[in-house]
């Protein structure tokens, strides 16, 4: 079974400054999606960036954007510019694309994210 | 369509009594997602629908739980006999089955407390 693991609960950075949250996964799979979530306080899920395993390049989303190791089965999130509406939390999740498997996510336990002013 | 819609938003319940919950979809999405969120972890899957079909559930849904999805539109989820351990916040999220891509759609969840 697929796992995916985020190694640091809480992430704090100044406004307008750079954070990198990291997550690692694990699978025998080689065709896979993985996202980044973010979850506001009493809020929704919100998608922020996905990534596609056959694609080399890493997304870009505005501020966000993400770096792919699929050898190292890493999925960093960067967030540049910090501002105050960027703190939540935020999980990584993990898709196969095989077969019925892939009908659901799988997800890390989350960083949360701290701007301060 | 204003998105996934999940109703109530807060119940509190005392421990042995049966409550239930309702997703409504998008109203294009054919694929229906249950997830539990207990405090400070993420989302772990329950269940989902294809249309009306129930295609696959955890293990985490004991015989207590029971979900259904009447003409492949909104679903129910019902937990009979409440445990303080089924406190947590139920998220419902819809998505497009050839669109998996583009990831899900989730509602703003139902949180269950019991008492």
């Known amino acids: 079974a697929q796992t995916v693991t985020q190694s640091q609960p809480e992430m704090s950075v100044q406004e307008a400054e750079t954070v990198t949250l990291s997550c690692t996964y694990d699978t025998s799979e080689s065709d896979y999606y993985l996202f980044w979530y973010k979850q506001p306080p009493s809020r929704q899920m919100i998608l922020v960036i996905r990534?596609?395993?056959?694609?080399?390049q890493n997304a870009t989303e505005n501020r966000f954007s993400v770096n792919f190791q699929k050898a190292a089965k890493s999925f960093s999130l960067k967030i540049s510019d910090s501002q105050l509406g960027d703190a939540a939390m935020y999980f990584c999740?993990?898709?196969?694309?095989?077969?019925?498997?892939?009908?659901?996510?799988?997800f890390g336990g989350g960083t949360r994210v701290l701007v301060k002013p | 369509d204003t998105g996934v819609s999940q109703d109530p938003r807060h119940k509190i319940t005392k421990r042995g009594q049966n409550v239930t919950f309702r997703c409504d979809p998008i109203s294009e999405h054919n694929r229906l997602y249950w997830y539990r969120q207990t405090l400070g972890q993420g989302p772990e899957f329950l269940t989902y629908f294809q249309n009306e079909a129930q295609l696959e559930k955890s293990r985490l849904l004991s015989d207590r739980f029971s979900a259904e999805r009447p003409k492949g539109s909104f679903s129910t989820l019902e937990i009979q006999r409440t445990e303080q351990g089924d406190s947590a916040m139920y998220l419902c999220?819809?998505?497009?089955?050839?669109?998996?891509?583009?990831?899900?759609?989730f509602g703003s969840g139902t949180r269950l407390t019991v008492v």
């Open positions: 990534q596609e395993a056959y694609k080399q």
């Open positions: 999740a993990y898709r196969t694309m095989r077969g019925a498997a892939g009908n659901k996510l799988t």
């Open positions: 999220a819809s998505s497009l089955a050839d669109r998996p891509r583009y990831g899900y759609t």
